[in-house]
Each structure stands twice: as structure tokens, then as C-alpha cells.
């Protein structure tokens, strides 16, 4: 019995000692200036803008890689990983290359965290692209603002938030949830059903319709909410056939839109009966569930592969040809690609990678991004989109039905709303 | 009247389902012991299985003959579930007998190491499978209450694997030396079953069903490399609630658990239905710990 | 174990645990903050794997729910700092959710000690009352295990659902300062860590002492023939409750650390992967030794952050790959092999391999 004790605690400091040496090393060798431990006094954030040194920059990109997210941002960050390759072909930024150090949050939102810190203080990155599910966002929030790092957040969301260390490149509610509402009741009907998967974005979105709906003249017969990976609609679409709405506004998220799809479309309700207008179902997401059963259902967003400009061709092309003619591009995978641009102009323009000179240089700093003008908001650091309402063709790609004209002003918190006061009482 | 006959519909259709997922199950878990979380990646490789048979179809078949692409898909998922099954059993699962726990442990790796295999060939996203044309639509019982073809079809699927296992099992010798290894091992040994082979086998067949239900699913849901991280659980609840062992009970196991399910999901909503259903068949097994149909045995130990 | 007199052997042990806590505490000195901060996590998740290795290793019991327990722990903290950063006003995500005033049962959670004690006492009153409903009906080994992922399941569908109260598919995050002290300074990280050294191996001596006292040996006998304790005149269920108690409060006690060195928790932690990897710490540390499951945990978090750092498409193979090995192969674990290789001599007896074998 205590030989084997001994035995344990030599296997123990060995092995300790063993872990020790290997987080030492790894410190030692990541990054020249390792960030001293006797950086110590307060939170001192000394602007973290990154190494710059030689002729390279470097620059982080966290996406999950594995996990259930990673069907949908594995593309986003090609799309990235394509924009930094074209800027470097073109001579970098500030005549400096940029070099990606890419990292995998496992759709795990505590990895996000530790990641994004490690991003930041042992890579020492300029800027960190990255992100996809609001909550991913909420578990790095908190590491950008104390570390003074900079984030670009790629996908549409929730709103109701503004952090001075984020700039949102998707769409916020104003850009694309309530025009889309507003549209439908012109166009399609009044009786509204709210379908979405159990969380974050589609709760809060639905807080919002409804009170849309109150002002502008909607009717709400249903509003159900599914668990994430919910696979059997039957029931649901027993509700959804008692209830008779003429729009379901559908916030499912990834998985779920593919059962929720096929088995409407089996209960033999086509999109001539009941409009679907989805907001997070884009090019990718039709390649998965399959256009016989989304042919001539809606979404909204702020580009398609379809969108007619000049840049979107080379882009679409470009996307392809990089990453095989299979492939689509989608609204987020844009937002992705436009935010290494936007902050590479910004930098730029700032004449260094420093955050905060960055952030200064980058209001209203505009870009011909593939799917129109776009303009960064210096107050709240979104993006002035131009809001798009599409059909899904026969071939996978969307029909632009309606379009807001000029690009939106982006508005998180719904300011500009009358009948949205009552939904944030609280900046 | 119709929400109610067409509940009843959705709760048979989905305790179809859910057999369909827990029959291989049944056999691995309920026969061989084996807690196999791999499950659930095999009834994934079933559906990328149907996905490549459609592929084929589209490349190298006159569209005419696409809509059979189906037909053929069933023994294709089979069969290749079937070989995955028995490539794990001979390499891994023979260790883990009477190891159940390990096992668990084990085939959760192994469900890793899949997973980010389908992600490494066919990519992280969805893929599509185009259902065919003879499964759309449904039938009209009444006004208002529509059966879908597509549910109606996996049914009848269920049935007809029910009776073709419950007559490998009980009705063919090899069926009868399974059933003889399973009941005392040493004695099959000793009158000359060769219970390696036996073994690799009924872990096989397991596996191969699994295959089935995955190209089953396909007509209903998503088929990616996550797919089978969204069934295993409700798998290992039916085969649990039914009684390890016997197939009848995992037959009531999960017709029981789909009524009861969409009636719950009907009266309050979806993720309040499941966790009801989840502390109902937690009450249950207080009640009777070995499931509804348990095999008697004087065995304490 | 008798500490009467000084053998060469004690001296080792002792010197071995002079080595052991010297290396904890000198970490600070030679680790990034960054660094530190991962190792702090780990010694949270070591705590878990102590808990775990408790009832697996010791009495027998798979739990793969231990992420529950983890997480009540967590959240518990979490109220306590998401309150502190509020500052008084409505957590952020209430406001959202459409909640006006503070819900009853979050008031307490203002109050330092009371988000403690809840931490450690909510999770091991609900392991009581599993307990009690299992154990007693002598539900065990497979249906056991499998029950607990039930209970996983329920839990995090509520969590999710009740955004009002739990923050959602969210959680809590947005944390600013514990105690008055903002929570992202290198000074308050540095102190943190200690404090989770310290409870590390406060939590090792209390297992320890459990392990080596009667109430381990009858665990133990548990494990190897519970009907034969029963006849001997124990009542298993009880202390099958007990230690199930004991480990889901070391798990909430890791979670409270996790949330203070993390800054977040939510339901996905508390699901079925993350409580299965726990499982794993302890399978590849060496179920059965209390070492072996802390060490499990430090270094399989060690590698897992440095695979996929370094192979963020393919370190799901590596993970995976190690784990099917481990358990097949090695059912000892990583202490197992050392012993192993250490004592080629001191070949293990058919008992011994028997005995082995009916620990699963």
C-alpha cells in the first residue's frame, strides 16, 4: 500500500512538473514580447493593438470547426481566410502581410472565451474575426472589452447590444427581422405564427414581431419554440394547421429548418398556402435541407449569390473558384468576407493596428461590398445594410422580390421605433 | 376529432421512428450487453449511405429510373452499416464483453472519430436527399386529416424489419445459435457454436438496422455529421423503458414514448413535452427498474 | 494508513506532497497569465474528476450527469457575479426577456456565502434525492448511467427554456468583479488560482481520508459485490448516496471555481459531451486512483487545448483516438501503465486482474 502511495506522488511531480515545463515552453515560444506576469497593477488595458513587428500582422479567426455549429461557420471562415489571401496577393496591409492564426471554438461558448483570450494575449493578434451564435458573442464580450481587443462579429442577431471592442458586420433587428415583418403584412397576410428554436435570438426577435404586430396591425395566432436539434414537426404542424395563419415567421435554427421543411411540405402545405419567411436560412442552409422542399418559401437578409453588383460577381466567382464550383456563397459568409476588408481600410487609414485608433478610423468608413454600399456606423459600430426579401428558385439560389432601396441605418436598440419602447428599458 | 386522429397518427409515427432507431440497439444492447454510443453515427452512415446511392443514381442512372434510387438505398445502408458493424466488433467491441460501462466509454470515442470522418468527406454541412416523387403526398383518410406517404412508408418499414428480425431470430439456426450464445455463452462453446462468429454477427445485424433507420430518416430530417447525436439518447430510452432484452418490450417502449410524447408536446410545448416525457420514464423505471418486459432470471449477480 | 512512526516511505510521501504542492503555487511565477489562467481551469475540472472517481473508481457507479452537478454549482456563482456586475439593476437578459423585477429566488444570490453554500448544497441535495429514487429501487450499473443522461437531458431542455430566469442557450456572462475586486485583473486571476489550488487539495486530503477510512472500504466492497455487503449487513443505497452527495458537491464546488476563472456558464456545459468528458479524465487519468483522476484532468485539458491549437480540424480524432485505446486497452488509465512499467516484477495476480475486471 505505501510503495504504491510512493509511487503515486513521484508519478505525480513528475507529471506536474511535466505540465508545468509544457505550459512554459508554449509561453516562451508563442509571440517574442511574452506578456510579463508583472504586468500587475489594475485592469490597466494598455491598447492591446497586436504585434505588428517585421513585415507581418497577424490576425485571428474563431469559428467552430467541430460541433454542431460548424456546418455553418466553416464556410464563413474560408470566406474570411479568402479575403485576407486576396488583400496579402495585393501587397497586405500598410505593406505588411497578413498572417491568420486560426482557431477552432468546438461550438463550445467557454472555448470561445479562452480562445479569444488567447488570441489576444499570447498571439497578440490585431483584430480577431469570429463568432456565429449570439452566445459565442456573449462568452467573448467580456474578453475583448477587459483586454481591449477588437472583435468583427459576421452574423445577423438579436440586437440590444452595442460594445465599443465589436463591430457588428450582419444584420441587426432594423435591417432585416422588422422591415421583413412590415413587408409581409403589406404583401402576404396578417395572421402571423412565430416559429423558432428554443434560445437567445429567436425569443427576443419574436418579443419584437410581436410588438410590431400590435402596432402595425398583425394578428399573432400562434408562437411555439422548439429544443435546439428538435427533429419531429408533426405536432407542431398539427398546431400550425389549427391555428391557420397565413405567415409563419420562422427563426429555427440549422438542423431543425431541415425536419421542419420536409415535413411540411409531407403535411401538404406548399408555399402556396402558408408563406414561410425564414431569417436563417440562406444559400448554404437550401444546399442541406434541399430546394424541392423550400421552393417559393421566403427569407431576408442583406445579400444573396444573386445580388446583382459588379464586386458580387468577381466574389462569387472568386469564392468558387478557391473553394470548388459546389460551393455557395450566403449573406454571413459576405458579412465575414466584408469585415476583413473593412478592417483592413481601417487600419489603413489609421496608419497602424492600434484598437482604438482603428475604431476611430473607422466610422463611417464605407466599402462597395458585394451586395451594395456599405457604410460602418461610428456610433454604434454596425453596418448600413440594404435589407433584401428573396424567394428560394428551383435551382438553390433566391429571387430578390423587394429591397429597402438604399442601405438601412443600423439601430440595435430600436430608438427610432415608437412601438419599441417598451422593449429595452435599459441601455 | 381530426386533431385528434391525426395526433394519434403523429404519436404512432413517431414511436415508428423511434423503433426504428432503438431496434439495432435492442439487439447490441439488449442481447450482447454492449452500451454502443456509436449508435447513433451509425444510423448516420446509413443516411450518407442513401445520400451516395442517390448521388450514383444521378450521375450514371436515366432520370427515369431516379425515383427507385430509394428502393435500392434500403439494403445499401444495410449493407454498409452492416460492415462498419462488424469492422467495429472485430476490432474493438470483442475486448469490451462483459465490460458494459467500458463499452460505453469506448464506442463514445469511437462515435468522435466519426463524426469527424463525415465531416472530413462529406464536409460540415447538410447534405440533401431528394425524397421520391412516389413518397410525396399523402393520403386522405378525411377532410382535414392528411397521412403523410412518407410516414405511413417508414411504418411499414418498421413492420417488415420487425418480422424479418423476429425471423432471423427465432425461426433460422442461425438465429437459434444467437439466441443460445446470448442465454449461457460456455455451453454454446462447449456443443460447437462458434461464438466469435456469432458474436461479430449479431453485432453486425445491430448495426445494419441502425443503417436502415438511417436511410429511413432521411426522408424526415437532416443528414449531417451531427445526425446521430440528436437520436442516441431517445434510443437508449426506449430499449431502457422496454426491458433489455426482449423485443416486444421495446416495441411498446416506443410506440408508448411517441403517444405519449406528442401528446405532451400537443397540451404544452415542445421542450416542456420532453422533459415530461424524460421524468415520466425516470418515474417509470422507480416503478419497475428492469423496464416493462424484463427477462427472468434467478441470477443475482 | 498509520503515521506513527518516520519510515524512509513516509518521508517520501511527505517530501512527494512538498513537491507536489510547491509546484502548484510556484506556477504563477513561471506561467502567462494566460497559461495560469488555463491551468486554474483544470485544477477546477481535476476537483470534478476527484468527485467522480469517488463513485466510479471507488463504489462503482457511472455518472454521465456529473455535468448537472458541475453546473448548479456554476450557475450558482454565476448569479452571485452576474448580480455584483448589475449593480443592482435587472441582469441584462431579464430586462430582454421581459421580466421587471428581481424573481424571488435569485435575492439570496446577492450575498457572497449564501451562492457558496448553495453552490455545494443544491448539487449534492439533488444527487440525495436521485439517489434515494435509484439506489433505493436498486437501479444500478447500465440503467444507472443511463437514467443520469435522462436527468441531463431534462436539465439543460429547462435551463434553455426558462430564459427568464437562467439567461438561456446564453447564460450567465458579462461578469465585471467578485468580491469588489474586478474579476479580469491579473492580481484577482493570480489570487483565484490559489484559492483553487487550495480547495484542490483540500478536496484530495477529503477524499483521501474518505477513500482510506471504513466508510471507502465498504464503498469498495460495494463496488466489487453489492449483494454480498448487503449481506454482510450494510445497507448499500446509503452509501451509494452519501458518496453520490459527496461527489455532486465537489462538482459544484469546481463549477463555482470554473465560472470565476472562465467568466461564463451555459446549458452547453452542463450537457451530455461535457459530462461524458469528464468521465474520461478519470478513465485516462486511472480510475480507481484519486492521483490519477486529478492528473487525468489536467492533462487531458492540457492536451486537448494544445491539439486543437495546434490541429483545430483533427484534433476530434486525436480525442477520440486516446480514449478508445485508454479504455480498451489500458482500463487502468495513465497510472495504470506506470505501474506497469514500474513493476515488471510484481506481475498482478489472476485475482488481482479479476478484481480489475469487475470494477466496470
Given at each position: 500500500m505505501k510503495r504504491k502511495i510512493v509511487k503515486n506522488l513521484a508519478f505525480l511531480t513528475v507529471a506536474l512538473s511535466v505540465v508545468l515545463a509544457g505550459c512554459g515552453a508554449n509561453n516562451t515560444t508563442s509571440g517574442d514580447p511574452a506578456p510579463a506576469p508583472s504586468n500587475t497593477g489594475t485592469n490597466t488595458t494598455t491598447g492591446s493593438g497586436g504585434a505588428t513587428d517585421g513585415d507581418e500582422i497577424k490576425v485571428g479567426i474563431l469559428h467552430s470547426l467541430s460541433g454542431t455549429m460548424a456546418i455553418s461557420e466553416v464556410s464563413v471562415k474560408d470566406a474570411e481566410m479568402m479575403a485576407i489571401e486576396e488583400i496579402n496577393a495585393n501587397g497586405g496591409v500598410l505593406g505588411k502581410q497578413l498572417v491568420p492564426v486560426v482557431e477552432d471554438g468546438a461550438s463550445d461558448w467557454p472555448t470561445f472565451a479562452?480562445?479569444?483570450?488567447?488570441?489576444?494575449?499570447?498571439?497578440?493578434?490585431?483584430?480577431v474575426f469570429g463568432g456565429w451564435t449570439s452566445s459565442s458573442r456573449k462568452a467573448m464580450l467580456p474578453v475583448f472589452e477587459e483586454l481591449n481587443g477588437l472583435l468583427w462579429y459576421p452574423v445577423q442577431y438579436e440586437g440590444l447590444e452595442s460594445s465599443p471592442n465589436i463591430f457588428y458586420t450582419g444584420a441587426t433587428t432594423n435591417q432585416q427581422i422588422v422591415p421583413a415583418v412590415s413587408w409581409l403584412l403589406e404583401n402576404r397576410g396578417?395572421?402571423?405564427?412565430?416559429?423558432?428554436?428554443?434560445?437567445?435570438?429567436?425569443?427576443?426577435?419574436?418579443?419584437?414581431?410581436?410588438?410590431?404586430?400590435?402596432?402595425?396591425?398583425?394578428?399573432?395566432v400562434g408562437e411555439e419554440y422548439t429544443p435546439l436539434g428538435h427533429t419531429d414537426y408533426s405536432t407542431l404542424i398539427a398546431k400550425i394547421q389549427q391555428a391557420k395563419p397565413e405567415v409563419i415567421f420562422n427563426t429555427l435554427n440549422g438542423d431543425s429548418n431541415v425536419a421542419f421543411f420536409k415535413q411540411l411540405k409531407d403535411a401538404g402545405i406548399s408555399a402556396d398556402d402558408i408563406t414561410v419567411l425564414s431569417v436563417s436560412v440562406a444559400e448554404e442552409e437550401i444546399r442541406g435541407i434541399g430546394v424541392d422542399v423550400l421552393e417559393g418559401h421566403l427569407a431576408a437578409w442583406n445579400y444573396y449569390q444573386t445580388t446583382d453588383t459588379p464586386e458580387n460577381k468577381t466574389f462569387v466567382e472568386n469564392y468558387k473558384a478557391a473553394y470548388g464550383d459546389d460551393r455557395v456563397t450566403a449573406d454571413p459568409i459576405e458579412a465575414g468576407y466584408d469585415a476583413v476588408y473593412l478592417w483592413a481600410a481601417a487600419v489603413e487609414k489609421a496608419g497602424t493596428t492600434d484598437v482604438d485608433a482603428v475604431k476611430e478610423a473607422a466610422k463611417g468608413l464605407e466599402w462597395d461590398a458585394p451586395g451594395g454600399k456599405i457604410t460602418i456606423d461610428g456610433d454604434n459600430q454596425h453596418i448600413y445594410k440594404t435589407v433584401r426579401i428573396?424567394?428560394?428558385?428551383?435551382?438553390?439560389?433566391?429571387?430578390?422580390?423587394?429591397?429597402?432601396?438604399?442601405?438601412?441605418?443600423?439601430?440595435?436598440?430600436?430608438?427610432?421605433?415608437?412601438?419599441?419602447?417598451?422593449?429595452?428599458s435599459s441601455k | 376529432m381530426e386533431i385528434t386522429i391525426i395526433q394519434l397518427f403523429n404519436g404512432l409515427s413517431m414511436g415508428s421512428i423511434l423503433l426504428l432507431i432503438a431496434l439495432g440497439l435492442a439487439v447490441t444492447f439488449g442481447l450482447m450487453n454492449v452500451i454502443n454510443m456509436a449508435h447513433g453515427e451509425l444510423i448516420m452512415i446509413g443516411a450518407y449511405a442513401t445520400y451516395i446511392t442517390q448521388n450514383l443514381f444521378n450521375d450514371y442512372l436515366p432520370a427515369s429510373l431516379f425515383n427507385w434510387y430509394f428502393v435500392l438505398s434500403i439494403p445499401v445502408s444495410f449493407m454498409v452499416a452492416f460492415l462498419i458493424?462488424?469492422?467495429?466488433?472485430?476490432?474493438?467491441?470483442?475486448?469490451?464483453?462483459?465490460?458494459?460501462?467500458?463499452?460505453?466509454?469506448?464506442?463514445?470515442?469511437?462515435?468522435?472519430?466519426?463524426?469527424?470522418?463525415?465531416?472530413?468527406?462529406?464536409?460540415?454541412?447538410?447534405?440533401?436527399?431528394?425524397?421520391?416523387?412516389?413518397?410525396?403526398?399523402?393520403?386522405?383518410?378525411?377532410?382535414?386529416?392528411?397521412?403523410?406517404?412518407?410516414?405511413?412508408?417508414?411504418?411499414?418499414?418498421?413492420?417488415?424489419?420487425?418480422?424479418?428480425?423476429?425471423?432471423?431470430?427465432?425461426?433460422?439456426?442461425?438465429?437459434?445459435?444467437?439466441?443460445?450464445?446470448?442465454?449461457?455463452?460456455?455451453?454454446?462453446?462447449?456443443?460447437?457454436i462458434s461464438t466469435r462468429r456469432v458474436d461479430s454477427m449479431t453485432f453486425a445485424i445491430g448495426s445494419g438496422v441502425a443503417g436502415i433507420a438511417g436511410c429511413a430518416l432521411t426522408l424526415m430530417g437532416p443528414i449531417g455529421p451531427s445526425l446521430g447525436t440528436y437520436y442516441i439518447v431517445d434510443a437508449f430510452m426506449v430499449v431502457v423503458l422496454g426491458g433489455v432484452g426482449k423485443l416486444v418490450g421495446t416495441i411498446v417502449g416506443a410506440v408508448g414514448i411517441g403517444v405519449t410524447g406528442t401528446m405532451f408536446e400537443y397540451w404544452t410545448n415542445a421542450s416542456l413535452g420532453k422533459v415530461l416525457v424524460f421524468l415520466c420514464i425516470v418515474a417509470f423505471l422507480q416503478w419497475k427498474p428492469k423496464g416493462l418486459v424484463a427477462m427472468k432470471t434467478r441470477s443475482l449477480d | 494508513m498509520q503515521l506513527r512512526t518516520l519510515t524512509p516511505q513516509k518521508i517520501y510521501i511527505l517530501i512527494g506532497y512538498a513537491v507536489a504542492a510547491t509546484a502548484l503555487f510556484c506556477a504563477p511565477m513561471v506561467l502567462s497569465d494566460f497559461r495560469l489562467n488555463l491551468l486554474a481551469k483544470f485544477l477546477a475540472f481535476a476537483i470534478v474528476a476527484l468527485g467522480l472517481d469517488l463513485i466510479w473508481g471507488y463504489t462503482g457507479i457511472l455518472s454521465l450527469g456529473h455535468g448537472v452537478f458541475f453546473g448548479l454549482g456554476a450557475y450558482a456563482m454565476g448569479m452571485y457575479l452576474k448580480l455584483e456586475a448589475s449593480g443592482g439593476r435587472l441582469p441584462d437578459f431579464m430586462d430582454w426577456s421581459g421580466l421587471s423585477a428581481l424573481p424571488w429566488f435569485w435575492k439570496p444570490f446577492e450575498s457572497f456565502p449564501f451562492a457558496i453554500a448553495m453552490g455545494i448544497l443544491i448539487p449534492a441535495l439533488l444527487a440525495l434525492i436521485l439517489g434515494f429514487f435509484t439506489f433505493r429501487n436498486r437501479i444500478r450499473g447500465v440503467y444507472f448511467t443511463i437514467l443520469t443522461q435522462a436527468l441531463v437531458i431534462i436539465t439543460v431542455t429547462l435551463f434553455i427554456g426558462q430564459q427568464k430566469f437562467t439567461g438561456g442557450t446564453n447564460g450567465l456572462t458579462g461578469f465585471t468583479t467578485v468580491l469588489g475586486h474586478s474579476i479580469g485583473s491579473p492580481d484577482t486571476k493570480r489570487m483565484l488560482y490559489w484559492v483553487t489550488a487550495i480547495v484542490l487539495i483540500a478536496a484530495f486530503v477529503l477524499c483521501r481520508f474518505l477513500v482510506k477510512s471504513r466508510f471507502g472500504k465498504v464503498l469498495r466492497a460495494i463496488r466489487d459485490g453489492e449483494n454480498r455487503a448487503r449481506f454482510i449487513g450494510y445497507n448499500p443505497a446509503v452509501y451509494q448516496m452519501i458518496a453520490f452527495a459527496i461527489s455532486a458537491g465537489l462538482a459544484g464546488v469546481a463549477g463555482m471555481l470554473f465560472v470565476l476563472h472562465v467568466g461564463i456558464i451555459s446549458p452547453s456545459t452542463m450537457a451530455i459531451v461535457p459530462s461524458i468528458e469528464m468521465v474520461l479524465w478519470v478513465a485516462i487519468g486511472g480510475r480507481g486512483t484519486l492521483i490519477g483522476a486529478a492528473l487525468g484532468a489536467v492533462l487531458l485539458n492540457y492536451a486537448k487545448s494544445a491539439f486543437s491549437e495546434s490541429y483545430p480540424d483533427a484534433w476530434l480524432f486525436f480525442l477520440g483516438a486516446l480514449f478508445v485505446i485508454v479504455v480498451v486497452f489500458l482500463p487502468k488509465g495513465a497510472v495504470g501503465l506506470f505501474r506497469k512499467w514500474k513493476l515488471p516484477k510484481r506481475r498482478r495476480t489472476e485475482h488481482e486482474q479479476q478484481v480489475g475486471h469487475s470494477t466496470v
Open positions: 479562452e480562445k479569444a483570450r488567447k488570441l489576444i494575449s499570447e498571439d497578440q493578434v490585431a483584430t396578417t395572421k402571423f405564427f412565430l416559429l423558432g428554436s428554443d434560445y437567445v435570438f429567436p425569443q427576443t426577435a419574436n418579443k419584437i414581431i410581436k410588438e410590431q404586430l400590435n402596432a402595425e396591425g398583425g394578428e399573432l428573396g424567394e428560394v428558385q428551383s435551382d438553390g439560389q433566391f429571387q430578390e422580390l423587394w429591397n429597402s432601396g438604399e442601405p438601412v441605418k443600423p439601430d440595435p436598440y430600436l430608438e427610432t421605433y415608437e412601438w419599441a419602447s417598451s422593449l429595452s | 458493424g462488424w469492422l467495429l466488433e472485430v476490432s474493438l467491441i470483442r475486448f469490451l464483453y462483459g465490460r458494459p460501462l467500458d463499452s460505453l466509454l469506448a464506442t463514445w470515442g469511437i462515435a468522435l472519430m466519426l463524426q469527424q470522418l463525415a465531416r472530413t468527406i462529406f464536409g460540415a454541412p447538410n447534405v440533401a436527399v431528394k425524397s421520391p416523387t412516389w413518397l410525396d403526398g399523402g393520403f386522405r383518410l378525411m377532410d382535414g386529416v392528411v397521412l403523410p406517404y412518407k410516414r405511413l412508408f417508414i411504418i411499414l418499414l418498421v413492420i417488415v424489419t420487425l418480422v424479418a428480425m423476429f425471423l432471423y431470430i427465432y425461426r433460422s439456426h442461425a438465429g437459434r445459435r444467437m439466441r443460445a450464445v446470448m442465454q449461457n455463452r460456455d455451453m454454446a462453446a462447449c456443443l460447437g | -
